[in-house]
């Protein structure tokens, strides 16, 4: 009975800090005392936000940005306790959770998205070293292996234009194709790709193929039926050498032969 009203009150405690317009603080506990309760918790992830999710926060004035903080704090059930990973809690809300009014943004999932990749990729556990590779290798005759700390992505606005003073309200006709990456030496970066780059990128990250550079422009001339697709071919070998400059094409396969 001890160990269920200690709970209780806890629950009542955190039900309040997180939704104090709509839940009562506990019996017992002074006003005064709550407040600094409900005032640092809050902060603390409102801050967290505006630094996690800048140009979301610039398209806000005080009022509506505390609005969607606060019911962000106050609904949505966070599965982690780590402040680095509450950038993606956010996001999840505002995919699942978030009830747009009329004056939101279209894209504040995607824009939102978009600002988050650059947390969670320096998150990643992955590590180029960890990854078996010819960094000289023949790009073009050999399969191209491609980093896991290079992420394409894929959004309906153009969500690396979005800032305060360009608020775009309608979709363009073509999808944004990004690569976010991290290069040898940490640090992150973004590359906008055109629609035939995006692709190439999609059939050499799909390990089951194993595609060398040439098969895989081959590939992509196919599906474009190109009239010339040597043209395609050199173009793409082009972009593949800039890739691995930027650590992006980390090299080729290292193919071990059976010995005989």
């Given at each position: 009975?001890?160990?269920?009203?200690?709970?209780?009150?806890?629950?009542?405690?955190?039900?309040?800090?997180?939704?104090?317009?709509?839940?009562?603080?506990?019996?017992?506990?002074?006003?005064?005392?709550?407040?600094?309760?409900?005032?640092?918790?809050?902060?603390?992830?409102?801050?967290?936000?505006?630094?996690?999710f800048?140009?979301?926060?610039?398209?806000?004035?005080?009022?509506?940005?505390?609005?969607?903080?606060?019911?962000?704090?106050?609904r949505?059930n966070?599965?982690?306790?780590?402040?680095?990973?509450?950038?993606?809690?956010?996001?999840?809300?505002?995919?699942?959770?978030?009830?747009?009014?009329?004056?939101?943004?279209?894209?504040?999932?995607?824009?939102?998205?978009?600002?988050?990749?650059?947390?969670?990729?320096s998150?990643?556990?992955?590590?180029?070293?960890?990854?078996?590779?010819?960094?000289r290798?023949?790009?073009?005759?050999?399969?191209?292996?491609?980093?896991?700390?290079?992420?394409?992505?894929?959004?309906?606005?153009?969500?690396?234009?979005?800032?305060?003073?360009?608020?775009?309200?309608?979709?363009?006709?073509?999808?944004?194709?990004?690569?976010?990456?991290?290069?040898?030496?940490?640090?992150?970066?973004?590359?906008?790709?055109?629609?035939?780059?995006?692709?190439?990128?999609?059939?050499?990250?799909?390990?089951?193929?194993?595609?060398?550079?040439?098969?895989?422009?081959?590939?992509?001339?196919?599906?474009?039926?190109?009239?010339?697709?040597?043209?395609?071919?050199?173009?793409?070998?082009?972009?593949?050498?800039?890739?691995?400059?930027?650590?992006?094409?980390?090299?080729?396969?290292?193919?071990?032969?059976?010995?005989?």
């Amino acid at each position: 009975m001890l160990l269920s009203g200690f709970r209780q009150i806890q629950y009542d405690f955190a039900a309040h800090i997180r939704d104090p317009e709509n839940v009562s603080g506990p019996d017992g506990i002074e006003d005064r005392r709550m407040a600094v309760y409900r005032d640092l918790f809050y902060n603390n992830v409102e801050n967290f936000m505006a630094t996690g999710f800048p140009v979301l926060r610039s398209l806000y004035d005080e009022d509506a940005w505390h609005l969607l903080i606060r019911d962000y704090f106050s609904r949505h059930n966070a599965k982690t306790p780590h402040f680095p990973e509450m950038a993606g809690e956010f996001v999840y809300y505002l995919l699942n959770e978030f009830i747009p009014g009329d004056d939101d943004p279209a894209f504040i999932y995607e824009l939102a998205h978009y600002e988050w990749m650059e947390t969670a990729l320096s998150l990643s556990k992955d590590c180029i070293a960890d990854v078996s590779f010819n960094s000289r290798g023949d790009l073009r005759y050999e399969p191209v292996v491609i980093s896991p700390l290079a992420w394409l992505l894929s959004y309906e606005w153009p969500v690396h234009t979005i800032s305060r003073d360009y608020r775009p309200t309608e979709k363009p006709d073509q999808p944004t194709w990004i690569i976010i990456y991290r290069d040898a030496q940490d640090d992150v970066g973004f590359i906008q790709l055109n629609p035939v780059t995006a692709r190439l990128f999609q059939l050499l990250e799909d390990e089951s193929r194993s595609l060398s550079g040439e098969q895989a422009l081959e590939l992509v001339a196919q599906e474009l039926n190109h009239p010339r697709p040597e043209v395609i071919i050199s173009g793409g070998m082009d972009t593949l050498k800039q890739l691995r400059a930027k650590d992006i094409v980390l090299g080729t396969a290292i193919i071990r032969r059976q010995a005989e």
